[in-house]
C-alpha cells in the first residue's frame, strides 16, 4: 500500500521540540518530503530526502526516517511554525504522488 | 526567481468545464516534470496529475482520470489542465507545482498560490 498516515493534531509549547510523524509500508523504500502549509500562502517545501533541507529553511527544522516511520522535527518551535504540515513522496512504479493526510501545528 | 502563477478558477455549475492555467517564470519549463494537486474545503492535498517535461507522458489521480486533461506549452511558459464534468466534489484550491530531483530525491519544490475552483449548482 501507498497510503501515508499522519496525526491530524499536534500541540507544542512556544520554544520547545516537536516531532510529526508520517507511517506507511512505502517508507520502507521511500524518504519523504515534507511541505508546510499556512492559509493564504504559498505551499512551502521544507524538508526532504534522508534529512535535506531546502535554502532558506531554518536549522530549527530536521527530518528522520526509520522502518515505516518518517518524521519532522522542530528543535525550538516559533509561532511562525504553526501551520499544517504534509508527507509526501513519487511513487515512481505506481506513476503518482502519494500525500499524508496532513498535520495541523499549533504552536501554544 | 521561480514563480508559478495558476490562473482559470471560478464558479461553474455541475457538469461544465474549466480551464486552468499556469505561468511559470524564473526557470526553463521544459526542462520540468510538473503536477497538478488539489485541496478541497477542510480536506488534505490531492495530487491528480503530471505531466512529463516533453509533454507525452500524462497520469492522473483516479478520481479525475476521463475527465480531467493536463497539457503544456514550453515555448509559452504554460501549464494547462483541461476539466470536464466537473462534479461538486472536484470543489478545490488547485495547484500547480514544479518537479524536481533534487538530491536523488523526487521534489515538488516550487508551488503556486493555487487558484480556487467551486462546482455548485
Known amino acids: 500500500s501507498s497510503e501515508l498516515t499522519q496525526d491530524p493534531a499536534v500541540s507544542v509549547a512556544l520554544g520547545h521540540t516537536v516531532r510529526i510523524t508520517c507511517q506507511g509500508d512505502s517508507l520502507r523504500n521511500h524518504y519523504v518530503n515534507w511541505y508546510q502549509l499556512k492559509p493564504g500562502q504559498v505551499p512551502l517545501l521544507v524538508m526532504y530526502g534522508k534529512n535535506s533541507r531546502p535554502s532558506g529553511i531554518p536549522a530549527r527544522f530536521s527530518g528522520s526516517s526509520s522502518g515505516n516511520t518518517a518524521s519532522l522535527t522542530i528543535t525550538g518551535a516559533q509561532a511562525e511554525d504553526e501551520a499544517d504540515y504534509y508527507c509526501n513522496f513519487r511513487d515512481r512504479f505506481g506513476h503518482h504522488w502519494v500525500f499524508g493526510g496532513g498535520t495541523k501545528l499549533t504552536v501554544l | 526567481q521561480v514563480q508559478l502563477v495558476e490562473s482559470g478558477g471560478g464558479l461553474v455549475n455541475p457538469g461544465e468545464s474549466l480551464r486552468l492555467s499556469c505561468a511559470a517564470s524564473g526557470f526553463i519549463l521544459g526542462d520540468h516534470y510538473m503536477s497538478w494537486i488539489r485541496q478541497a474545503p477542510g480536506k488534505g492535498l490531492e495530487w491528480i496529475s503530471y505531466i512529463g517535461s516533453g509533454g507525452r507522458i500524462t497520469y492522473y489521480a483516479a478520481s479525475v482520470k476521463g475527465r480531467f486533461t493536463i497539457s503544456r506549452d514550453n515555448a509559452k511558459n504554460s501549464l494547462y489542465l483541461q476539466m470536464n464534468s466537473l462534479r461538486v466534489e472536484d470543489t478545490a484550491v488547485y495547484y500547480c507545482?514544479?518537479?524536481?530531483?533534487?538530491?536523488?530525491?523526487?521534489?515538488?519544490?516550487?508551488w503556486g498560490q493555487g487558484t480556487l475552483v467551486t462546482v455548485s449548482s
Open positions: 507545482a514544479r518537479e524536481t530531483l533534487g538530491g536523488g530525491y523526487d521534489l515538488l519544490d516550487y
